[in-house]
């Protein structure tokens, strides 16, 4: 069964890439036809990112301890071993920086992102001081000025600025909800003019002006 699915830019167009247990499927508006891709030992797929070369990364729940690359022209899938501190750890949501590299969020609730460098080929972890703990179901996304995005618990986004390696939460006391309810964000999703939107179980839709640095009312 369909999990989920997430549309990622494959130049020159937008592509639907949806998500089962067992592998990928892709939805091209430019055919009819919807190809499969098995990924070997996952459990589920999560998500998937491109690479600058055209390349997809795809996280998935596995128990052979690896993330998978789908080469350009979607002939062929190879793994690739997470280092041994990653036993038992599923990697969840990606993201492409403006270098290429990407960023995954992970199934635990330490305070980390995870970075794959595309120069060095390896996993190496960012990790933060926050009072707030990550959640396992935690998003991230990534815009064009440098930043990723970050979902944490169920209402809280921090922006992490990649060039000045500084993070900071955009929704401190932003979402105010009765004393029972969270705000609970399940969504986010930056638009061609730059805005962050933001959607929640219970406090409706929100939409960050990232380049004036402020929500919009």
Request: aromatic share 12%.
């Amino acid at each position: 069964p369909i999990e989920s699915a997430r549309w990622r830019l494959t130049r020159p167009q937008q592509r639907l890439w949806a998500f089962s247990r067992a592998g990928v499927l892709l939805f091209d508006p430019l055919s009819t036809k919807i190809p499969k891709y098995n990924v070997p030992d996952a459990k589920l797929v999560t998500d998937i990112a491109v690479q600058l070369n055209g390349d997809y990364l795809i996280a998935a729940i596995n128990d052979k301890n690896k993330f998978f690359q789908l080469s350009v022209d979607q002939q062929v899938i190879t793994s690739h071993a997470l280092p041994n501190s990653f036993t038992n750890y599923a990697l969840r949501y990606a993201a492409t920086d403006c270098d290429g590299n990407i960023w995954f969020t992970d199934n635990t609730d330490l305070p980390r992102i995870l970075k794959y460098d595309v120069k060095s080929k390896q996993i190496v972890f960012k990790e933060y001081k926050q009072e707030e703990t990550f959640n396992a179901k935690n998003i991230i996304i990534s815009d064009d000025r440098s930043n990723l995005w970050l979902s944490v618990g169920q209402e809280n986004i921090f922006q992490y600025d990649i060039r000045k390696d500084t993070f900071i939460n955009i929704t401190k006391d932003k979402f105010i909800t009765d004393s029972n309810s969270k705000a609970d964000i399940k969504k986010m999703l930056i638009d061609s003019r730059g805005y962050l939107w933001i959607t929640t179980q219970y406090d409706g839709v929100h939409v960050f002006d990232v380049q004036k640095n402020q929500f919009i009312n």
